[in-house]
């Protein structure tokens, strides 16, 4: 009777924990799905493909794969064409959820799969079925690649054999734009992967370079420097109506949205490089109040509002983020170039390595790196689609 | 015994109802279908003319090999007619700049005084472009606005000489374009510049 009673109290505390997990906010759960430490993850069942996606994918939301005595969430089941697996809560005798995932390649299940875990235990917005744009350099020669946002299935977009710069998707992932050389001066290309096709959006006077889209794709800001300087301009998503927003004799860059779309961050030079804000429509730009020091460049604003992320740094350059609305910057890592994830909170980068630089996935409030698959050549200027 | 008995009854009864609650009991496995994304098409550049672009006849979108360095600066397409690209008048009159400034310096203006006089005084000097660079030791957009500006900078300098500001092209290459790879100072001045190129009409 003794061991019954036991049973059924462990059945129940294991009831309890999972009815915990599943309703959101509920106490006992709630440092290790919103903090910052690493979550202990076990993983049990898998092997190959499925197992090597699976680890990938929790790494890059700040979890330790561990063995299970020591896991706070244990992750197990099978792949056999298809990937059937539960995640359950350490301690409990019952999964939290078991789901299977079937249709496309094992990589894709395994990505769904991370996706649904980390819902479970971060809270966060689906990542991991996801694709990055970014700049490949190799033998002096550089083309815009399009790949999954762990690096795999690499695709080259352009094979112009001409300098390329900084990719810059349209919302919905089926359109990028970007600066390209192949015609001799700067001109941003707007070029729809559905159709391959390509069209010239902005070939101005002086140069243009620079595009970002806004959040709600009815803009695109760059710069352009047929007014004298490179300044900040917006024309609409058609490529006409170009409004010229800043006027400074030294430059301006960096251009990045608020997710509003009513605002854009961008980078000026007022003895150093700095970060300020100006509304869509013009008027008076406004300094960022950091709080520190240094070239500041390259933000990107993240999709929830919350944070700009940016660049600090002449040569040895480190991550730092700070709250939207001004505030305290905080330190995160070593590297450049930040582009968040649709779930504000991974940002990816990139990093210079051994006379290469290497894209890299940051999750942000554990500040744990992981470095997105190596290809042959020089990677740099990311883009996420969102 | 009896109080065994009613903690097992009570607990029962509390398992049943939570499972009730959470419907984590009795669930079925969903299965989730995944999209293949893997075969959804991602289109290449074409590697002929695209119909319908504005990519235009004189500017076929052409196929390189993956890893073929471009040659430097090609300029032919921005002329009408052939041209000639000539990076040798001026190859003595690269202006360099100091560390993130795109200030002319004093030691550099007897170059641009050269650049102008020989400009004007050449009836087949038909355009001037001008390369704006950078060191890395910048983010790469930040890099692509100094170089512009650096280039803009030269151009002024050579406008208030009496330079036509019209035969007057700038490009910026930001750091893609080192004139010395490495690391150092000894390097990195070296790679902050503006450079010339010389346009004349094919004979």
Redesign the interface.
């Known amino acids: 009777m003794k061991v019954k009673i036991q049973h059924i109290i462990a059945a129940l505390m294991g009831a309890v924990s999972a009815m915990s997990a599943m309703a959101d906010g509920t106490t006992e759960l709630t440092v290790t799905k919103t903090g910052t430490h690493m979550v202990k993850v076990s993983l049990s069942g898998f092997t190959g493909e499925a197992e090597s996606v699976l680890k990938f994918d929790l790494s890059v939301l700040g979890m330790e794969i561990t063995p299970p005595d020591t896991a706070e969430y244990l992750v197990a089941g099978h792949e056999n064409g298809r990937i059937e697996g539960t995640l359950s809560v350490a301690g409990s005798t019952r999964p939290l959820w078991a789901r299977t995932y079937a249709g496309a390649a094992t990589r894709s299940q395994a990505h769904a799969f991370a996706d649904d875990i980390v819902k479970e235990i971060r809270q966060t917005a689906p990542i991991f079925q996801g694709r990055i744009a970014f700049r490949l350099e190799k033998g002096g020669a550089t083309e815009i690649y399009v790949a999954d946002f762990d690096g795999a299935n690499p695709i080259p977009l352009t094979h112009d054999g001409a300098l390329v710069q900084g990719p810059s998707w349209a919302p919905g992932g089926q359109r990028l734009f970007y600066t390209s050389w192949k015609n001799g001066a700067t001109q941003i290309l707007e070029h729809n992967l559905e159709t391959g096709m390509r069209r010239v959006f902005a070939g101005y006077p002086g140069t243009s370079f620079s595009p970002e889209v806004s959040p709600d794709g009815q803009k695109v800001a760059m710069i352009l420097s047929m007014g004298g300087s490179p300044n900040l301009y917006v024309s609409d998503i058609g490529g006409g109506n170009p409004r010229q927003l800043t006027h400074s004799r030294d430059e301006d860059s960096s251009p990045c949205w608020s997710p509003d779309s009513r605002t854009i961050c961008f980078v000026c030079r007022k003895g150093r490089a700095r970060l300020e804000t100006i509304g869509v429509e013009g008027g008076q730009p406004q300094p960022v109040r950091v709080g520190i020091a240094g070239n500041l460049t390259a933000p990107d604003w993240s999709p929830d509002g919350k944070w700009i992320a940016f660049t600090s740094g002449s040569g040895n350059f480190s991550l730092w983020v700070m709250p939207a609305g001004g505030g305290v910057a905080q330190q995160l890592v070593e590297g450049e170039d930040p582009c968040w994830a649709p779930n504000s909170r991974t940002i990816i980068f990139s990093r210079r390595a051994n006379n290469k630089r290497i894209l890299c996935l940051l999750d942000v409030p554990t500040k744990h790196v992981k470095d997105v698959r190596q290809l042959s050549g020089s990677c740099s200027e990311p883009s996420w689609a969102r | 015994m009896m109080k065994?008995q009613n903690?097992?009854a009570t607990?029962?009864l509390?398992?049943g109802l939570?499972?009730a609650?959470?419907g984590?009991?009795h669930?079925p496995?969903?299965?989730?279908?995944?999209?293949?994304?893997?075969n959804k098409?991602?289109?290449?550049?074409?590697?002929t003319e695209?119909p319908?672009?504005?990519?235009t006849p004189s500017?076929p979108?052409?196929?390189?090999?993956?890893?073929?360095?471009?040659t430097y600066?090609?300029?032919?397409?921005?002329f009408d007619n052939p041209h000639n690209d000539n990076r040798d008048q001026f190859k003595a009159d690269i202006v360099y700049f100091d560390?993130?400034s795109?200030t002319i310096k004093a030691s550099e203006e007897t170059k641009l005084q050269e650049v102008a006089a020989y400009f004007k005084g050449n009836q087949k000097a038909e355009a001037l472009i001008i390369e704006g660079n950078c060191d890395?030791?910048?983010?790469?957009?930040?890099n692509?606005?100094?170089g512009?500006?650096r280039a803009?900078a030269a151009r002024e300098y050579l406008v208030n000489l009496g330079v036509d500001s019209h035969r007057i092209?700038?490009?910026?290459?930001?750091a893609?374009?080192p004139a010395e790879p490495g690391k150092g100072e000894e390097h990195w001045k070296k790679n902050r510049r503006d450079e010339f190129v010389l346009i004349t009409p094919k004979q």
């Open positions: 065994t903690l097992v607990l029962t509390t398992l939570l499972a609650v959470t984590c009991q669930k496995v969903n299965t989730t279908i995944i999209p293949d994304l893997q098409p991602v289109a290449n550049a074409p590697s695209a319908g672009t504005a990519i500017n979108v052409t196929s390189t090999p993956e890893g073929t360095a471009e600066g090609n300029y032919t397409n921005l560390f993130d795109s890395e030791r910048g983010t790469e957009k930040y692509l606005s100094l512009e500006r803009l092209k700038t490009v910026t290459y930001g893609s374009r």
